[in-house]
């Protein structure tokens, strides 16, 4: 399976080799990964004080610059910047003046005119964080909140570390991802993060259309049975079926999956005992997993819209070259 390369990998990291965007994990050094995780522990305990905000980002202006729509990873990043005490824009396409025809570029020339410090970008269209971090070099920082079908990278930070927190080291995690892998950021970003971090076993599960053969140059087993798939699984993901993406009928129907697919309880019996299920959101009930499991006592998903609030502090005061929180 072809990942997508825009020729530059080592485009996150300035001159001095100190990462400065975060576009892809792909890419990513290990010993940054880690320290953006290992960040995130400190910036955790925040959420649970009366006063919600540290003073290290005063002074900076970061602009959620969404083209796409986005529930949890558009407001985590805003109270993060907000909890950093850094100054917010909301940019939304709907809102701004690309619905004229302006462009992605001429917009965040217009956004560096109010000496903005830094973006974060969700667009439809793959690569375009990298366009933007390859346009503004070391002038602004730029966070990819998702790229087409291309990468999430804060998505799968905030996963291994939900599993780290919650199941134990990654390098003891059997992890199965089920569902539609095919058009998933979210499961390309996390295979890498997974695969870096030393995960012995990673197993995609899903129909034939949705997870082809070339899945397992990634360096994954390609499942096509849960009953394959499943056992001694510690950790299984379930991926939104991404009806937006589907360019052609690659399902029968919606039922169709469920019944042979979705994250029953039945199903979730084969893996590990207390396997931990995770979802990035947001989630179809019904269809790649029952809604009785999203709400069962394995499932940690908004343990993981917690987590992704501290990752992305952890991610922005890093990148703006603030490793920890001054109280
Ligand atoms: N997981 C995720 O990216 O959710 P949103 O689309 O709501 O941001």
New binding site residues.
């Given amino acids: 399976m072809s990942t997508l390369h825009f020729g530059d990998g080592n485009l996150q990291y300035d001159g001095q080799g100190r990462l400065r965007h975060l576009l892809s994990i792909e890419g990513l050094r290990e010993r940054d990964l880690l320290q953006i995780l290992d960040t995130t522990e400190s910036f955790l305990s925040i959420a649970q004080r009366t006063v919600k905000k540290t003073p290290t980002l005063r002074g900076r202006t970061l602009v959620n610059l969404f083209f796409?729509?986005?529930?949890?990873?558009?407001s985590t990043f805003e109270l993060a910047a907000k909890r950093l005490s850094a100054d917010v824009l909301n940019i939304s396409a709907s809102q701004s003046s690309t619905t004229k025809g302006e462009s992605l570029l001429d917009t965040v020339d217009n956004l560096m005119a109010m000496q903005v410090d830094g973006f974060i970008v969700?667009h439809p269209e793959a690569g375009a964080a990298h366009l933007l971090a390859r346009h503004l070099g070391e002038r602004a920082l730029v966070v990819n909140?998702?790229d087409g079908q291309h990468a999430?990278p804060t998505?799968a930070l905030l996963d291994v570390f939900t599993i780290r927190r919650l199941a134990g080291p990654v390098e003891q995690q059997v992890v199965c991802i089920l569902g539609d892998v095919l058009h998933s950021r979210?499961a390309r970003a996390l295979i890498h993060a997974l695969s870096i971090l030393g995960c012995p076993e990673i197993r995609v599960l899903g129909p034939r259309t949705l997870v082809p053969p070339e899945f397992a140059s990634l360096g994954v087993q390609v499942h096509h049975d849960p009953r394959h798939a499943l056992p001694g699984a510690s950790i299984v993901y379930a991926l939104r079926l991404q009806r937006e993406r589907m360019e052609s009928h690659r399902l029968p129907s919606l039922d169709e999956f469920h019944r042979r697919f979705g994250l029953t309880p039945e199903r979730l019996a084969l893996a590990a005992p207390g396997a931990l299920v995770l979802h990035?959101?947001?989630i179809n009930r019904g269809v790649e997993i029952a809604s009785t499991v999203v709400d069962g006592p394995q499932s940690v998903v908004l343990a993981q819209v917690e987590h992704g609030l501290a990752v992305r502090m952890a991610v922005l005061s890093l990148l703006a070259g603030v490793p920890g929180h001054e109280d």
Wanted: charged letters at 25%; a positive charge; hydrophobic letters at 10%.
């Fill in positions: 796409e729509n986005s529930t949890r990873t558009r969700r909140a998702g999430h998505q979210v990035p959101g947001p």
